[in-house]
């Protein structure tokens, strides 16, 4: 590992001046659950660390809007927020998409040192960009070596893409499906963007997962509240797809919200993300309209399914992911409207 000089500001306004205007020379650590690992496989190397630990108050809490009790909460997460408060807190009881998919990262160690901010803006898992001997796009190279190599675990919606990366967060599929929105801060003050707008498809050296400037940080992220009709009740699920249960990441992720009217039982304001399955989250318009004017049952979750994977093109190790995706969505959409998960032993 490169040496590094080490910082740990105690406010946002004192971590900006900190952050170089170009990506390499500074990274800022939040659990460090992924920038541990970059630096060790001296793919990242930066000479300065600016640590996000010290920072408190909004920046690590959970806060709604509404008073106890009232429905649907308007929710604002802080960015340095751990994955275990989100699985757990009782303000997210509403969205079990979330707090499922934040119950589902890794193990409970990872869990406990991983923030939101750090799923949300985390590098790609490329085994190729994980290897400091391997010169790919993203390093500056000529070549995104998955595209004729070892491409099991990599995009299946890859038209237009050079690199055929898959995003890794599995926070960010359920938060776009609900209709998130990223707070950011930066030497120009504060914007906001919506969460799917956060994200582009990186081809070289100087981009990242995400649309984030060098000398930004992400602040917080918020949704409910006035999105959803007053007298409707809220549905939302997510269900992902693994090789096995712990310290790994899902194959394909699916993420579903929309509102009935109290007693129906027709969707409306359908919204279905897709992780996993290209170099951005997704956001599956097809898939929604599929769904949308529809009563939720196993066939409209399954013409959904179908749905979501038009323009799939898979690579020469990865057509597997096709079915799986359209059993992700179809299931999302049965969980978020209660029904019994059948599949489970």
Same mark, same amino acid.
């Given at each position: 590992?490169?040496?590094? *000089?080490?910082?740990?500001?105690?406010?946002?306004?004192?971590?900006?001046?900190?952050?170089?205007?170009?990506?390499?020379?500074?990274?800022?650590?939040?659990?460090?659950?992924?920038?541990?690992?970059? *630096?060790?496989?001296?793919?990242? %190397?930066?000479?300065?660390?600016?640590?996000?630990?010290?920072?408190? +108050?909004?920046?690590?809490?959970?806060?709604?809007?509404?008073?106890?009790?009232?429905?649907? &909460?308007?929710?604002?997460?802080?960015?340095?927020?751990?994955?275990?408060?989100?699985?757990?807190?009782?303000?997210?009881? /509403?969205?079990?998409?979330?707090?499922? =998919?934040?119950?589902?990262?890794?193990?409970?160690?990872?869990?406990?040192?991983? *923030?939101? +901010?750090?799923?949300?803006?985390?590098?790609? $898992?490329?085994?190729?960009?994980?290897?400091?001997?391997?010169?790919?796009?993203?390093?500056?190279? $000529?070549?995104?070596?998955?595209? %004729?190599? %070892?491409?099991?675990?990599?995009?299946?919606?890859?038209?237009?893409?050079?690199?055929?990366?898959?995003?890794?967060?599995?926070?960010?599929?359920?938060?776009?499906?609900?209709? /998130?929105? =990223?707070?950011?801060?930066?030497?120009?003050?504060?914007?906001?963007?919506?969460?799917?707008?956060?994200?582009?498809?990186?081809?070289?050296? *100087?981009? !990242?997962?995400?649309?984030?400037?060098?000398?930004?940080?992400?602040?917080?992220?918020?949704?409910?509240?006035?999105?959803?009709?007053?007298?409707?009740?809220?549905?939302?699920?997510?269900?992902?797809?693994?090789?096995?249960?712990?310290?790994?990441? &899902?194959?394909?992720?699916?993420?579903? /919200?929309?509102?009935?009217?109290? #007693?129906?039982?027709?969707?409306?304001?359908?919204?279905?993300?897709? +992780?996993?399955? =290209?170099?951005? &989250?997704?956001?599956?318009?097809?898939?929604?309209?599929?769904?949308? #004017?529809?009563?939720?049952?196993?066939?409209?979750?399954?013409? /959904? #399914?179908?749905?979501?994977?038009?323009?799939? !093109?898979?690579?020469?190790?990865? %057509?597997?992911?096709?079915?799986?995706?359209?059993?992700?969505?179809?299931?999302?959409?049965?969980?978020?409207? +209660?029904?019994?998960?059948?599949?489970?032993?």
């Amino acid at each position: 590992m490169k040496n590094f *000089t080490y910082y740990r500001p105690a406010t946002l306004p004192m971590a900006l001046p900190l952050l170089a205007d170009k990506w390499g020379p500074t990274e800022l650590l939040g659990g460090g659950t992924d920038l541990l690992d970059r *630096t060790k496989d001296y793919v990242s %190397e930066p000479d300065s660390v600016i640590s996000l630990t010290g920072i408190g +108050g909004a920046f690590r809490e959970i806060q709604s809007a509404a008073p106890p009790g009232a429905f649907p &909460p308007s929710i604002t997460i802080g960015a340095g927020a751990h994955l275990t408060d989100i699985a757990e807190s009782r303000l997210l009881a /509403a969205f079990p998409a979330l707090t499922a =998919a934040a119950a589902q990262v890794a193990g409970p160690q990872i869990r406990n040192m991983a *923030t939101l +901010g750090g799923n949300l803006c985390q590098r790609n $898992r490329c085994w190729y960009f994980r290897d400091e001997h391997v010169h790919c796009l993203l390093k500056g190279g $000529r070549k995104c070596f998955a595209q %004729e190599g %070892e491409n099991q675990y990599h995009a299946i919606f890859t038209q237009g893409h050079p690199c055929v990366i898959v995003n890794p967060s599995s926070l960010a599929p359920p938060l776009i499906a609900l209709g /998130a929105v =990223a707070d950011i801060l930066g030497p120009k003050g504060q914007r906001e963007l919506p969460l799917e707008k956060l994200y582009q498809a990186p081809v070289k050296e *100087t981009q !990242r997962e995400h649309v984030l400037a060098p000398n930004e940080i992400l602040v917080a992220v918020r949704f409910g509240g006035a999105e959803v009709p007053q007298f409707a009740a809220y549905r939302n699920g997510s269900y992902e797809v693994r090789q096995k249960e712990t310290s790994d990441w &899902p194959l394909v992720q699916a993420a579903v /919200a929309y509102h009935v009217e109290r #007693g129906g039982n027709v969707a409306k304001g359908v919204r279905v993300a897709l +992780g996993h399955v =290209a170099p951005t &989250p997704l956001l599956s318009e097809a898939a929604a309209k599929a769904l949308e #004017g529809q009563p939720v049952t196993e066939a409209t979750a399954t013409a /959904a #399914g179908e749905a979501a994977v038009e323009g799939a !093109r898979p690579l020469s190790q990865n %057509e597997y992911k096709v079915q799986q995706l359209k059993v992700a969505v179809k299931r999302a959409v049965l969980l978020a409207a +209660g029904f019994k998960p059948y599949w489970e032993i």
